[in-house]
């Protein structure tokens, strides 16, 4: 019989993992919502309020914070829930520069094994975003799909399908409807008992609605989208890892007015492999070996572009998303077995 971390995703692997912690007496648990420096953690015992530590707030770097998908140990105290003490290894992090104009880096969630890049097919799909999306969960290590929802309001969803696929590099892209159940079945079939999947995407793009649709019950908040510019509000106000009847996991996020990449390079190159690909067979019948395809004659990349052989919106984007990684503060690098996990877009 599957006990209740099993199905939260207790492995052989993290119970050696936490073998340190058993002499000190303290409790495994996952933590399943996260919100600020309180916690609800899910245990063997069941689902419990818990805090930091105070020698683990104190002492914790940027990305070493508990956030949801984390397994913990933590000290139970009786009537008083428990108290975060330590933060297992992690198989793969999510990271952004955290919004607004400080250069500081934020966890988003943890130990994650597929992420569904999520967009509606209206007038807020946007490839640019996407790719950023699609970076970030590069990096982390994790396979990526991109879910189109709201199909049954778009005239030409296989078409958008299509297009954006190709915009995308070849990622795997999936066309649903949660109204009318087109596409559900194969996105259930992703969703193996003991995954873990996160929804990243904008608000109004569907996330929440995702949720209550493979659970058959209501368990996010969901709301119109606007018709002046087709974006939803915040329904979504806190990052909450959900049991799906199937025995998958299912981490719900706020949407993302901004999606700033950190320590992201790998994620990129694997995000525009194709294209770098493309440029480099390209620049070998450039004029001068050293050419940067900025302003030189006889530039073949430059041609390219002109014609139309080169997507230059792509080309733009690589560049631009290149200037962002490159500028700020030197950051804190994320866990290595993240990294050793990174897999490039299917073809």
């Avoid at 330590?86 to 955290?98: E, I, N, Q, W």
């Avoid at 190709?166 to 649903?176: K, N, R, T």
């Amino acid at each position: 019989m599957t006990s209740v971390l099993e199905s939260y995703g207790w492995t052989p692997e993290r119970r050696a993992a936490f073998a340190p912690f058993v002499e000190r007496g303290l409790l495994p648990g996952r933590i399943i919502v996260q919100q600020r420096s309180h916690a609800r953690v899910m245990t063997e015992d069941g689902e419990m309020a818990a805090s930091l530590a105070g020698k683990l707030a104190h002492q914790a770097g940027d990305l070493d914070f508990p956030v949801t998908g984390d397994w913990v140990a933590c000290a139970q105290r009786p009537g008083e829930g428990a108290s975060i003490q330590a933060v297992l290894p992690r198989t793969s992090l999510f990271v952004r520069r955290a919004a607004g104009q400080a250069q500081t880096v934020q966890a988003v969630a943890a130990n994650v094994d597929l992420a569904l890049l999520v967009s509606s097919l209206n007038a807020d799909l946007n490839p640019r975003r996407l790719e950023r999306y699609l970076a970030m969960a590069l990096e982390s290590g994790v396979r990526p799909v991109v879910v189109l929802t709201k199909a049954d309001l778009a005239a030409e969803a296989a078409v958008a399908k299509s297009d954006l696929a190709q915009a995308l590099g070849g990622v795997e892209v999936l066309v649903i409807s949660a109204r009318t159940g087109l596409g559900m079945d194969s996105l259930a079939g992703l969703l193996a008992p003991g995954l873990t999947a996160v929804l990243l995407g904008s608000s109004g793009a569907g996330k929440s609605t995702i949720v209550n649709a493979l659970a058959g019950e209501e368990k996010m908040a969901t709301a119109e989208i606007r018709d002046s510019d087709a974006r939803g509000r915040h329904t979504t106000t806190h990052r909450e890892l959900i049991l799906m009847p199937s025995g998958a996991l299912l981490l719900d996020t706020p949407g993302m007015r901004e999606l700033g990449l950190w320590d992201a390079q790998a994620g990129l190159a694997a995000t525009f492999a194709d294209l770098e690909a493309e440029i480099e067979t390209l620049a070998l019948s450039c004029r001068f070996r050293d050419c940067l395809h900025k302003a030189e004659p006889g530039c073949a990349v430059r041609d390219a572009l002109q014609d139309g052989r080169l997507d230059r919106d792509r080309w733009e984007s690589l560049a631009k998303l290149r200037a962002e990684l490159n500028q700020g503060p030197n950051r804190q690098r994320r866990p290595s077995p993240a990294k050793a996990r990174r897999t490039p877009p299917r073809r």
